[in-house]
Structures are given as structure tokens and as C-alpha cells.
């Protein structure tokens, strides 16, 4: 098992936003990287390793992550977003854990064949403060592994999003 806590406060931190330049008379999308102010972030991470049997891995992990700007300083960022969440930054989730699970099965002088699952979850995350928002959700992946008796090579079939999750990996709002 391991597992950490952590606190954080940071002046200046620098943010990606999305602006406009120039914001008059025709307002022209406009992404930067700018110094907040000052911002709070702490959390709480662990993971877990475990073999009950030789043959027989199971692993877990768990993540937490609670941030708060506290002055946006010169930016147009605020603690809150429009929609009433609390701001946290681009793909930044408030929880992320998974659990995997493996078991190796002896075939004498043929090898091993080792099935494989993992499921990972994240929480709702901002690709661009409250105009990209992807909602939490899971993935399941699984595999298959076969193993040559000496060890030297190995065959294995896998499958990622067996659920068929609808997920974005980024949003971009082109409206200033």
C-alpha cells in the first residue's frame, strides 16, 4: 500500500484560458497560458499492490484532488464557474480511481495464459472553464496474455472500452 497526502498554495500559477484579442469590435478567439493569482490545491492518493496467491494480482487505486482559486489576480477566472461549479483546471478531475485484476494459469510444458481486467473511472473534468465539460465516466479494458514455457515471447489479445463509453478526450469552444 501506498498512499500520500499533500497540500499545495501557489502564487502565480500559470493557467491556460481562453480570451479574446481584441475584444472589440469583433471579438476573435484567443487561447493563453496566464499567472492567477493564488490558488489552494490539496488531496489524497493511494494505491494498492496485491498477490493473495502467487498466481493471483489484484490492484487498486484511488485519487482525490480539491483545488480552490482563491484570487484570480489579473485574469478573468473566477472561483466559481458560470454554472455554479467550483473553477478547477483544464482535465484536472476532482476523483479518479481503478481496480485491476489479473490471474496466471499454468499449462504445464505449453506456457501460461494470463486474463487481465481493468476498470478506470475519472470525474467530470473542464476543457475550457464551463464551455467543454466532459462528464464523469468508466472504462473497462481487458487482455489475454500467452506466454512461451521459456519466458521469451509472449501473444496477447486485448480489448480497450469494452463498454463502448462515449468519452472526449478534449473540446475546444471557438465562440469568444
Do not use: H
Not at 493557467?15 to 490539496?42: H, K, M, Y
Not at 496467491?53 to 482563491?70: F, M, P, Q, R, V
Not at 521469451?152 to 475546444?172: Q, R, S
Amino acid at each position: 500500500l501506498n498512499a500520500d497526502v499533500f497540500y499545495s498554495t501557489y502564487t502565480d500559477q500559470q493557467l491556460a484560458v481562453q480570451d479574446c484579442l481584441p475584444c472589440t469590435p469583433v471579438r476573435v478567439p484567443w487561447f493563453r497560458t496566464v499567472n492567477t493569482g493564488e490558488s489552494r490545491i490539496w488531496g489524497v492518493e493511494a494505491e494498492l499492490n496485491a498477490r493473495p496467491l502467487d498466481e493471483w494480482k489484484i490492484e487498486a487505486s484511488l485519487g482525490y484532488i480539491n483545488y480552490w482559486l482563491s484570487d484570480p489576480g489579473v485574469t478573468t477566472l473566477r472561483a466559481r464557474l458560470p454554472n455554479g461549479d467550483t473553477y478547477y483546471p483544464n482535465r484536472t478531475p476532482k476523483w479518479n480511481y481503478g481496480v485491476g485484476t489479473e490471474y496466471m494459469i499454468a499449462l504445464g510444458d505449453k506456457g501460461t495464459l494470463t486474463p487481465r481486467a481493468d476498470w478506470t473511472y475519472q470525474s467530470k473534468i473542464y476543457f475550457n472553464n464551463s464551455a467543454g465539460i466532459q462528464e464523469g465516466y468508466g472504462l473497462l479494458n481487458a487482455r489475454v496474455t500467452w506466454a512461451s514455457p521459456d519466458d521469451e515471447w509472449t501473444v496477447a489479445l486485448f480489448g480497450t472500452n469494452l463498454t463502448d463509453e462515449l468519452y472526449f478526450d478534449g473540446k475546444l469552444a471557438l465562440q469568444a
